[in-house]
């Protein structure tokens, strides 16, 4: 297509899923022949992006940007930084690219980038939002004040406005009095053959029982202690399974605490921080994701597009996944008793699941493609 495409980076987090969905768009872009830029600050946790966004063909420009997560009054400084403002702006002039890009975590995120490329007048200006943050904020502190000065601010810098997942859509248009129609544009993710090496585990796990299984951060917002507490409802209900959570975070004691306690001996395992995570998808039977709030997981498009049976609760993302996978369940609510009867179903119905997957497999990766996303966020930024 010959054009030139800057992205900018939220630069919010050295292992964050927003980061990894700039490498896939950048992917896709270079696939539809766009010469794509990426603006990212020169914070040393943002390393590992560039070399893996460069190696994916992209030009990229470092300078000295502060994300939100640096800034005690959040989006309040970011709104009034001026010269961080006129940064951006001066990168997007230098650049000349027929479209911008920003990249927004959630409502708060990102205003001063947004700002700082309308500023500069050089192209069609777009944001993708992934999680808005908005259906509880008045319960947060000074949710009811930030609400107010977000409306304002939404209303004097309107631009394409893409959201990630039919929930999350809604829950911004819900908040906000946006000044034009927002855009909707799921994900797409490459689905690389998994490496045929074995994963290591316990070595104890020799008969065959069913693995259900979760890869990712362990944080507050992936709700792990319910996927835990789900699991361990289905034990006692006679279903026998093991648990195997791929990754690691700050929850990890804490969990580990409870399945000492509660859990079978030899019935669990915690692989801490993977290099590779999705060379354990190849052990799994059920993914199982119960998150408090999402935009629409990579992990869960990555594990349901390898052909793997999942149960979920209902965050945003969750419908517009299973309505292209009958291997997918949503839990009627988030408690561990509606999770674990959805576990005991799928296990149940293994065979069939994954019957289905095996016939379905190819038209939901053909849909979560890195092409199709990279091909609807040019038109949402009105470049086709």
Same mark, same amino acid.
């Given at each position: 297509?010959?054009?030139?495409? &800057?992205? /900018?980076?939220?630069?919010? !987090? ?5 980061? $990894? ?8 872009? =270079?696939?539809?022949? =766009? ?37 005690? #009054? ?17 990168? =997007? ?68 406005? *893409? ?16 000044? $034009?129609?927002?855009? &909707?544009?799921?994900?797409? =993710?490459?689905?690389?053959? /998994? ?13 065959? #029982?069913? *693995? ?14 319910? #996927? ?6 289905? /034990?006692?209900?006679?279903?026998? !399974?093991?648990? #195997? ?12 605490? $409870?399945? @000492? ?7 669990? @395992? *915690? ?100 092409? $199709? ?12």
């Amino acid at each position: 297509m010959n054009k030139r495409i &800057l992205l /900018i980076s939220s630069n919010s !987090s050295g292992r964050g899923g927003g980061e $990894r969905y700039l490498v896939y768009l950048t992917q896709g872009l =270079c696939l539809l022949g =766009c010469e794509v830029c990426v603006l990212l600050s020169n914070v040393s946790y943002m390393n590992n992006w560039a070399k893996l966004l460069s190696e994916e063909g992209a030009h990229i420009q470092r300078v000295n940007l502060r994300g939100l997560r640096s800034r005690p #009054l959040r989006f309040v400084q970011s709104i009034l930084d001026k010269n961080q403002q006129f940064a951006v702006a001066k990168v =997007c002039k230098q650049i000349e690219p027929d479209a911008i890009l920003i990249n927004q975590q959630y409502d708060e995120d990102g205003l001063d980038y947004v700002a700082g490329a309308l500023m500069s007048q050089v192209a069609p200006v777009g944001g993708t939002m992934h999680m808005p943050m908005t259906a509880n904020k008045h319960q947060r502190p000074l949710g009811n004040l930030r609400s107010k000065l977000l409306h304002r601010w939404y209303e004097k810098h309107p631009y394409s406005l *893409i959201l990630v997942s039919k929930g999350s859509q809604k829950e911004f248009e819900n908040h906000y009095n946006y000044p $034009r129609p927002t855009k &909707l544009v799921n994900y797409g =993710c490459p689905f690389p053959d /998994i490496l045929a090496s074995h994963p290591p585990l316990p070595e104890t796990w020799v008969d065959p #029982l069913p *693995i259900i299984g979760f890869s990712g951060q362990l944080v507050f917002q992936k709700n792990l202690q319910l #996927l835990v507490d789900a699991w361990l409802w289905s /034990i006692q209900q006679g279903i026998q !399974s093991r648990l #195997l959570l791929i990754g690691d975070g700050p929850e990890r004691n804490k969990l580990t605490k $409870r399945l @000492h306690e509660q859990a079978p001996e030899n019935r669990w @395992h *915690i692989t801490g921080w993977q290099e590779h995570p999705e060379t354990y998808l190849s052990v799994l039977d059920i993914y199982a994701m119960t998150s408090h709030f999402e935009g629409l997981p990579l992990a869960l498009i990555e594990a349901v597009g390898r052909g793997i049976p999942a149960v979920v609760t209902n965050f945003n993302g969750a419908s517009d996944v299973a309505e292209r996978a009958s291997w997918v369940s949503i839990a009627t609510n988030a408690s561990p008793e509606s999770v674990g009867q959805a576990l005991i179903q799928s296990i149940n119905q293994l065979p069939w699941l994954k019957q289905q997957a095996r016939h379905g497999q190819q038209e939901f990766q053909k849909y979560f493609s890195i092409e $199709r996303m990279a091909q609807e966020t040019l038109v949402a930024l009105s470049l086709t």
